[in-house]
């Protein structure tokens, strides 16, 4: 198979799901509009009609926004794709005669930044602007920057090493260089969900032990009852970000921990929440 006949298989594949998941978004949103007024059988007719509607709406922007930002994005991708940018950026880059490894970390470090440049505005517009709209973002521009840096950093921390590691199978391996590859990306993910509990989230985010009462008590008797173990039950600072309330298991082995958003401890009742955990 030569490389125009990869490229165009490429490109198809590209844009059937491109025009599949819009095509989804679409039939969502319109079911969405046609059951806007509908009311749950648990609910009192009439009773937080506002709220209903309010959140079909935010639903709805949201959907519109994905549309827009994912339409963009596939022009982006085929413009660079038809002016054959990555190949000359690769190109340009093998004139420095940088070797193997090295080339290929700037090159593909080089194409990460090329990305997140492009959708640094749609973030902004995103948290700034939508959520800011429907009172749900808390976020300054500051921390907004802040996530991002500490994302790069991290990328770098754990991607060049592994990038390093998947060069050497490549070089070393022969044709079977992706089987070796694929068992050591399975390895890596296994310590990374290890890991990113103690090490990574808290880099984002402080977490303080569920307090001993009527909220820990539910949510260990149902972890009792299921059979779960958990190293610990945390609150997390979610409202530094948003309003939005969540829930949500992390890590693997004695690094599993349960993570509760401050904002769903403050908004709702401990059954409430004892709902919502055992939802997650």
Not at 252 to 274: N, W
Request: aromatic letters at 16%; proline letters at 4%; zero cysteines.
């Amino acid at each position: 198979m030569d490389a125009q006949a990869v490229m165009i298989l490429v490109i198809s594949f590209f844009l059937v799901d491109y025009i599949w998941e819009t095509v989804l978004t679409v039939t969502n949103m319109r079911h969405m509009k046609t059951h806007a007024e509908d009311v749950p059988d648990f609910m009192e007719p009439g009773k937080n009609m506002e709220t209903i509607r309010r959140s079909v709406e935010y639903s709805l922007v949201k959907s519109r926004f994905s549309i827009l930002v994912s339409s963009f994005s596939a022009v982006f991708l085929l413009v660079l794709m038809a002016l054959s940018f990555f190949g000359r950026i690769d190109s340009w880059l093998s004139g420095f005669n940088l070797g193997l490894y090295v080339h290929g970390i700037v090159y593909l470090f080089s194409m990460g930044l090329v990305f997140s440049l492009f959708s640094l505005p749609a973030g902004l517009f995103g948290q700034f602007v939508i959520e800011k709209r429907f009172g749900f973002s808390t976020m300054t521009p500051g921390l907004f920057f802040m996530d991002r840096f500490k994302g790069l950093v991290i990328g770098a921390v754990l991607g060049i090493p592994l990038l390093m590691v998947l060069f050497w199978f490549m070089e070393t391996t022969g044709t079977w260089w992706w089987l070796f590859a694929s068992g050591f990306f399975v390895i890596f993910q296994f310590v990374v969900s290890i890991l990113y509990p103690t090490v990574i989230a808290p880099l984002f985010n402080k977490f303080h032990p569920l307090p001993e009462g009527e909220l820990k008590q539910k949510i260990s008797a149902l972890m009792e009852k299921q059979g779960y173990k958990a190293s610990g039950i945390f609150i997390m600072d979610g409202s530094r970000r948003s309003r939005h309330s969540n829930a949500y298991f992390t890590g693997m082995g004695r690094a599993k921990r349960i993570v509760l958003f401050d904002t769903l401890v403050q908004s709702m009742t401990p059954d409430e929440i004892t709902a919502v955990f055992a939802h997650e």
